[in-house]
């Protein structure tokens, strides 16, 4: 009986870590509160929803893989263009613009991910924002294709599923972003708890070592590098489309700098980091748009010098230790 | 008569030794204590912004604000290394990365703050804007003294690393920080020095960019970038890998600016891509 209780372990180990808590759930209903609540700030709230799908895809390589990338938001601008250049040349059709997008960035995140595997530390910090900066560049000097520093203009998306029109107020906006935004966070949270994310978590801990036990680190990291990169260019094409418009910053280094703020401030490593981040992040800022760009860099910058010195695991991992003390005592 | 290639060659060279200048102290200290400090161009910035304002506020001569700049970003660097740095040596790469890139965005906003957000002019006397005319080609004054002042400076580093006592210290706490912790070497101080030296020769060269490349609150961000290909490329603790690099890195940036002006940087990053898949620890890494 012990013996058959050993080998499902492991299944059990993962059954008990997939299992969906009250939080979440509650969590998730809370999202659908501002259609009801809230209904001047469904434009914000699918903004939130979509850089909290781009967090959540950088926390899939930086919190769980260990590559702290300098350059993610490459991967959001070329999904982003994907988007908004299929729809300026005459298919404007969202759903299938998404998937061309992520075609799009996952081709160029599985192109860099032979590179990017082989590398730890400064060269790979390096190498990302190498590529990050090459990509900006690029899309810099093909103004003809991408309108350089003008943005790309008369992006048209169609009815979603031929029947809802992107509104002024950001209805459609915000329930398409919500519901892309679940549908991959229940995919990423499937990929997390599975044993290939166990064994990418090893691979944060310990790269020359996880091989030894059978799991191949540099096949791995291109695996999720890859995942990761396509789902970026989904949120990138998610922009595109609501906004209707596409700048150069969507692809710059302010952009992945920014991201890593985000997804710090939530906490590095777990799910909901990236969406808590976001959603902060982006709040604040609509707060504070009166303040001066240069300015509102200022507090971001205290605000990083601070959770670094004071919530290394970002406000998630400060409230998990809270938790953890108040139920010990 | 010289063809216009060497004129390239020249600015470049000399551009070269500008970011040589800026970058040294970062590869030492960065294989010294591997610690990823993203932050080494605001120092940079500091200097360039000491040279400006003391220039135009207070009528400093040129040459005086120039130990000035050193010194005050020297001086700032190590408050900054006692107060943050120290405490994150042993953190992970991340940690780093987004304490440095927060001081970054500080110090670039506390720069738009005080000084605005346009270009600073300098304004220099008319000796160092001229030039010299030498088989057909002129030559800027100001670029012939910049490379001077590098070539004076590689010269001393080199011989302060190979000959002094503090220089055998920092040798050592480069190849093994942990042996030369063994055998009784104060590694702390040595990189605390360390630190402060290279910071000042950023704030010198940030100082000396601001005739060349111009000064605004951007730089800190913009020379980051060229910095961190320098050190990446150079090798990791290298005087010499860094010189190198950073020749090869102006020149190629100005020739290529020159001849190719379509395609701007985007040349410069991907020599640097291929650079380091070729050789991941630099030209001239040793570990």
């Not at chain 1, 860099?112 to 590529?131: D, E, K, P, Q």
């Not at chain 1, 980091?273 to 800022?285: C, D, E, S």
């Not at chain 2, 000064?215 to 020379?223: E, I, K, Q």
């Not at chain 2, 090869?248 to 940036?253: E, R, W």
Request: charged share 10%; with cysteine.
């Amino acid at each position: 009986m012990a013996l058959t209780r050993s080998f499902d372990a492991p299944g059990l180990y993962f059954q008990s870590r997939t299992r969906w808590r009250l939080v979440e759930i509650v969590f998730w209903l809370a999202t659908l509160l501002p259609f009801a609540l809230l209904p001047d700030y469904l434009i914000l709230a699918s903004q939130i929803a979509i850089t909290a799908l781009f967090a959540l895809s950088l926390d899939l390589i930086l919190g769980y893989a260990g590559i702290v990338s300098l350059g993610h938001a490459a991967f959001f601008g070329v999904g982003a263009y994907a988007a908004g250049l299929l729809s300026k040349y005459g298919w404007g059709e969202p759903i299938t613009g998404l998937l061309a997008a992520s075609i799009a960035a996952g081709i160029v995140g599985y192109a860099t991910s032979f590179v990017i595997c082989r590398f730890r530390h400064l060269a790979l910090i390096m190498l990302t924002l190498g590529f990050g900066l090459m990509l900006e560049e690029l899309a810099n000097s093909a103004g003809w294709l991408t309108g350089g520093f003008d943005g790309l203009q008369g992006i048209e998306t169609w009815k979603l599923f031929g029947h809802f029109e992107f509104d002024l107020y950001g209805y459609v906006a915000y329930a398409y972003s919500l519901a892309v935004l679940f549908i991959l966070f229940v995919f990423a949270r499937r990929l997390i708890h599975s044993p290939f994310g166990l064994s990418l978590r090893g691979i944060r801990e310990n790269y020359v070592r996880m091989p030894a036990i059978g799991a191949p680190s540099r096949a791995h990291i291109r695996t999720i590098y890859t995942i990761s990169a396509a789902m970026a260019g989904i949120a990138g094409a998610l922009l595109a489309q609501t906004t209707e418009t596409l700048s150069l910053d969507s692809l710059g280094f302010e952009r992945s700098a920014e991201l890593l703020v985000i997804l710090v401030l939530g906490g590095a490593g777990r799910l909901y980091g990236g969406l808590v981040g976001a959603m902060i992040y982006m709040i604040a800022r609509d707060r504070f748009s009166g303040v001066e760009p240069q300015y509102w860099y200022f507090w971001i910058g205290v605000l990083l010098v601070t959770v670094v010195m004071i919530l290394p695991n970002g406000i998630l991992g400060g409230l998990a230790k809270l938790a953890a003390r108040w139920s010990r005592s | 008569m010289l063809p216009p290639i060497f004129g390239v060659l020249f600015d470049g060279f000399a551009y070269g030794m500008l970011l040589f200048l800026l970058s040294v102290g970062q590869s030492v200290t960065l294989g010294m204590m591997n610690f990823i400090n993203l932050a080494h161009c605001s120092f940079a910035m500091l200097g360039g912004y000491m040279t400006v304002a003391l220039m135009t506020h207070y009528g400093w001569p040129f040459f005086a604000t120039l130990p000035c700049a050193f010194i005050v970003a020297a001086v700032v660097s190590v408050g900054f290394e006692r107060l943050f740095y120290r405490r994150l040596y042993r953190a992970s790469d991340l940690d780093q990365v987004l304490l440095t890139i927060g001081i970054v965005f500080i110090s670039v906003a506390v720069a738009a703050y005080i000084f605005g957000t346009e270009q600073k002019p300098l304004p220099l006397p008319e000796y160092l804007r001229s030039s010299l005319t030498f088989l057909g080609l002129r030559f800027a004054v100001y670029r012939l003294i910049m490379i001077a002042i590098a070539l004076a400076i590689t010269a001393l580093l080199v011989l302060t690393v190979e000959y002094t006592r503090f220089g055998a210290r920092v040798r050592a706490a480069v190849d093994n920080e942990r042996m030369a912790r063994g055998l009784g070497i104060d590694v702390d101080r040595t990189f605390a020095i360390t630190f402060a030296l290279g910071s000042g020769l950023a704030g010198l060269g940030g100082a000396l960019a601001v005739e060349i490349v111009g000064l605004d609150p951007s730089f800190a961000l913009t020379y980051l970038v060229y910095v961190l290909i320098v050190v990446s490329v150079g090798g990791l603790g290298s005087i010499s890998g860094s010189f190198v690099a950073a020749a090869l890195l102006g020149i190629s940036d100005v020739a290529g600016k020159y001849y190719v002006p379509a395609i701007g940087a985007f040349l410069i990053y991907l020599v640097m891509i291929v650079l380091l898949m070729w050789r991941p620890r630099g030209l001239f890494g040793r570990r």
